[in-house]
């Protein structure tokens, strides 16, 4: 399994090869949301509005946060090396390959991935992958010198989604590229978890909804937030290879590909779980280390997503710093995602 999780990282770059040369037309403008599931999975705004603020700010809580401990006799796992360590996991992690693969291992690397050197040095503190004699240490060659951050620190931006949607996957993986750190605020289905109070803000419950309250922002439609992030979180378009961006910015492609995704995934996220607490709307937003396309980062994602829970997902793609951050803040000798902080708990 190890193996098949490397071939796909060391596959994904030359992917670019194959950028098509000219726009298509975008796909799916609006569907009929009459079916509960398949009407929301392809749910948009019906227009690409985006509305500037000075004193856009995230929603205030109106209630006190829920008192909530850990179970009873609960024991922190500690990390361990990649492997499938109990075989009743193993179709769900086939599952999450086959998502993997149908969306080309989209996100698996940031902007401009580069390899550092192959022989970094042992206990430094600093991320390396051990590839037998080699210590593999990479990074971005594009993303050092972007001055506008949301960072594990300060999460200025809001995103309104839910794990099933293709069109807010392909936004997820636009924040994996450029390694930031994101607040979701999921509505299974668009109908639940935090729907009631995207509708208090705009009057819809449409979905993706991004809010950004460094720059006062808030927008809908997919492909209007996607130009938006790369314009204003990622590196000036002369430093890379827009055409190396086609598996997100070809909408039809990654609509259809999303789409089969969660289909193979069984669509996540796309109800309420019948034992979510009511009140898990006003907990503390957890924080949760990983990456969109992860295997072992996506089931957490999605009960995540399925309980109705905020997190802030913080990027960790390969070549990401958030990788040295991770290290340093689980005090682990290993880089291991996911990591969940969880404020309400302590855990």
Excluded at 15 to 31: D, L
Excluded at 197 to 208: D, I
Excluded at 258 to 286: Q, W, Y
Aim: net charge positive; proline share 8%.
């Amino acid at each position: 399994m190890r193996n098949v999780f490397l071939l796909l990282h060391l596959l994904a770059p030359f992917t670019v090869a194959f950028a098509p040369q000219r726009n298509v037309v975008r796909s799916i403008e609006r569907a009929s949301t009459a079916l509960d599931v398949f009407g929301n999975l392809f749910s948009k705004a019906s227009t690409g509005q985006t509305i500037k603020s000075s004193k856009a700010r995230v929603p205030p809580r109106k209630k006190p946060v829920p008192r909530v401990l850990a179970p009873r006799d609960f024991a922190v796992p500690e990390a361990r090396p990649l492997i499938v360590t109990r075989a009743e996991t193993l179709p769900d992690l086939l599952k999450s390959s086959l998502a993997l693969a149908l969306r080309l291992a989209t996100g698996i690397f940031v902007l401009g991935w580069k390899i550092d050197t192959l022989f970094a040095p042992e206990d430094d503190g600093k991320y390396a992958l051990s590839l037998g004699p080699f210590r593999l240490r990479d990074s971005s060659s594009v993303l050092q010198d972007v001055s506008n951050r949301s960072t594990p620190d300060d999460p200025c931006l809001v995103l309104y989604e839910y794990e099933a949607s293709p069109f807010c996957k392909r936004v997820r993986e636009t924040m994996n590229l450029l390694d930031l750190a994101v607040e979701f605020r999921p509505c299974p289905g668009a109908r639940r978890g935090f729907s009631d109070e995207l509708y208090g803000l705009t009057g819809k419950r449409t979905v993706p909804f991004l809010l950004d309250t460094r720059t006062g922002v808030k927008m809908f439609e997919s492909q209007d937030i996607i130009k938006y992030l790369l314009e204003e979180y990622g590196p000036p378009k002369d430093t890379y290879d827009s055409k190396a961006l086609w598996p997100i910015t070809w909408e039809y492609f990654s609509v259809t590909t999303s789409t089969f995704a969660a289909l193979v995934r069984g669509m996540p996220g796309s109800r309420l779980d019948s034992n979510a607490r009511p009140d898990n709307v006003d907990m503390l937003p957890l924080e949760l280390w990983g990456y969109e396309c992860s295997p072992f980062v996506r089931p957490v994602r999605e009960k995540l997503c399925s309980l109705g829970l905020a997190h802030v997902m913080v990027s960790c793609s390969r070549g990401s710093a958030n990788r040295d951050k991770l290290l340093e803040r689980s005090g682990a000798k290993t880089f291991q995602v996911p990591f969940l902080k969880d404020p309400n708990t302590g855990v």
